[in-house]
């Protein structure tokens, strides 16, 4: 069973910076795409940004490109959000998430969708709230 435990969240000013980390057991990275979520009070969730752990590529959504960076260590099964240049409304929980890779290889917001519909494991997450 496919199972994460979000790190890493708190409370920070605007303009700060915060890297989540999430633990993930129970499949081969390697053989799956990643991804993270978050969930605004009142809001849906939305994806945030995606890495295959075969390769290494990512995307991330424009709204947070060049803020935001997603990475991963497949030796720890771990992956990680560094989180730059923070604002009020990136306060929300994060989530992870994954499924496995097929094609189309390259990572999109099609895999954040696919992640979003299929994937059934959603965590604990954890909190993050930025300050103005």
């Known amino acids: 069973e496919v199972q994460f435990v979000e790190s890493g969240g708190g409370l920070v000013q605007a303009g700060g910076s915060l890297r989540l980390s999430c633990v993930a057991s129970?499949?081969?990275?390697?053989?799956?795409?990643l991804g993270w979520f978050r969930q605004a009070p009142g809001k849906e969730r939305e994806g945030v940004s995606c890495?295959?752990?075969?390769?290494?590529?990512?995307y991330t959504m424009e709204s947070m490109k060049g803020r935001f960076r997603i990475s991963s260590d497949n030796a720890k099964n771990t992956v990680y959000l560094q989180m730059n240049s923070l604002k009020p409304e990136d306060t929300a929980v994060y989530y992870c998430?994954?499924?496995?890779?097929?094609?189309?290889?390259?990572?999109?917001?099609?895999?954040?969708?696919?992640?979003?519909?299929?994937?059934?494991?959603w965590g604990q997450g954890t909190q993050v709230t930025v300050s103005s």
């Open positions: 890495i295959s752990g075969s390769d290494g590529s990512t």
């Open positions: 129970g499949f081969t990275f390697d053989d799956y795409a």
């Open positions: 998430a994954a499924v496995p890779l097929s094609r189309p290889f390259l990572m999109s917001s099609w895999w954040l969708d696919q992640m979003s519909s299929k994937f059934g494991s």
